[in-house]
């Protein structure tokens, strides 16, 4: 038998690293996908396959037996370690411990871009193994497994990746329960700096100085959480849409401050929301981790303007649709 699973990639457009600290965030399934085959073998071993995975300039194909850690290579192999806990945490939830599996991962997402790769490849690994285990999951506890698999490699992590990744759409996310918001086209464009950033040591980070100074940082994360508690009150009105963006602009930019604050976003991000801001996006900021990864713009009217001036200011824009399916069984074969 055989059983191929995709997930998507998200983005976090409200209140990313306030959510690791018990704060609402409002994230969306995008449109890349991972896709994972997994099959049974026969000499009881876990066998990983990795085929075109995205790094920063350029795309790999590896197995685990020919790890390279260094460099950007290395941050693709890392995406290994999130596929094998998920299979001996999916076995273990089957009681087939010892039985051999086989997985092999494409991926159209980049890795450490801050849209959620390694969530995403965490998520479809559960789905097709847990199919191929004759596991009966929901996709919610798919994405609680791959909280669990994000917490065991990263150490820290709010889990609101997984989640959207395993149930795709618009979500407002607190504390482990999800909701889903009412469905909006939103019209962003995202921006690759071309670099990635650890969000295991983006985290760590900003942990560090808010044990050195909670007094300082606690209310830099309280008003992240009131951003997103602004940000859902304004989607969830009956104000018409030109009003509705230009509040949502103006909190972006907001979030993008208390997160440069944070210290999590580097040079090129910076350049990068700003020359979008200045081509005429309504509003920019970093999604995910930061550290390089990706920035998005709010762009009701000029989507393809703001997309040329990201590409002059050195970086990949990349214009992207919310999805609304998240982790997806696509072929079981007999
Ligand atoms: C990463 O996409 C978002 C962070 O808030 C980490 C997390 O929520 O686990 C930085």
Redesign the pocket.
């Known amino acids: 038998m055989r059983v191929l699973a995709s997930a998507p990639a998200k983005i976090?457009l409200f209140g990313?690293?306030s959510?690791?600290y018990g704060k609402p965030a409002i994230a969306a399934a995008i449109d890349l996908r991972t896709y994972v085959w997994a099959e049974f073998n026969e000499n009881g071993a876990i066998k990983i396959e990795a085929k075109d995975i995205r790094v920063p300039g350029l795309t790999v194909s590896f197995s685990e037996d020919e790890i390279y850690f260094e460099s950007d290579y290395g941050k693709a192999a890392e995406v290994l370690s999130y596929v094998r806990q998920a299979i001996e945490l999916v076995r273990k939830e089957a009681d087939a411990n010892g039985k051999g599996i086989t997985v092999s991962i494409t991926s159209q997402i980049p890795v450490g871009a801050?849209l959620?790769s390694s969530a995403a490849v965490a998520v479809a690994t559960i789905g097709a193994v847990s199919r191929l285990l004759g596991l009966e999951l929901s996709n919610e506890e798919i994405g609680k497994l791959g909280h669990k698999v994000?917490l065991l490699v990263q150490g820290a992590?709010?889990?609101?990746?997984p989640t959207v990744s395993a149930i795709g759409g618009f979500i407002h996310y607190e504390k482990g329960n999800f909701e889903h918001l009412p469905f909006m086209e939103l019209p962003i464009v995202v921006g690759y700096t071309g670099s990635s950033g650890s969000?295991k040591e983006?985290?760590a980070m900003v942990r560090g100085t808010y044990e050195e100074m909670p007094e300082v940082i606690e209310p830099v994360l309280v008003a992240m959480g009131k951003i997103v508690e602004k940000a859902r009150d304004v989607i969830t009105s009956d104000l018409d849409e030109e009003l509705r963006f230009a509040q949502l602009g103006r909190l972006m930019n907001i979030n993008h401050g208390l997160l440069d604050a944070l210290g999590v976003s580097t040079k090129k991000l910076s350049e990068l929301v700003y020359a979008a801001r200045v081509a005429g996006a309504i509003g920019a900021k970093i999604t995910?981790?930061g550290g390089g990864g990706c920035m998005y713009a709010l762009a009701p009217e000029n989507q393809s303007e703001v997309a040329t001036a990201i590409t002059i200011a050195g970086g990949t824009p990349m214009i992207t649709r919310i999805s609304r399916e998240g982790l997806r069984i696509e072929e079981v074969l007999p």
Not at 157 to 161: A, H, R, T, V, Y
């Open positions: 976090i990313e690293h959510v690791v801050g959620g994000e992590s709010s889990g609101i990746d969000t983006l985290v995910g981790a």
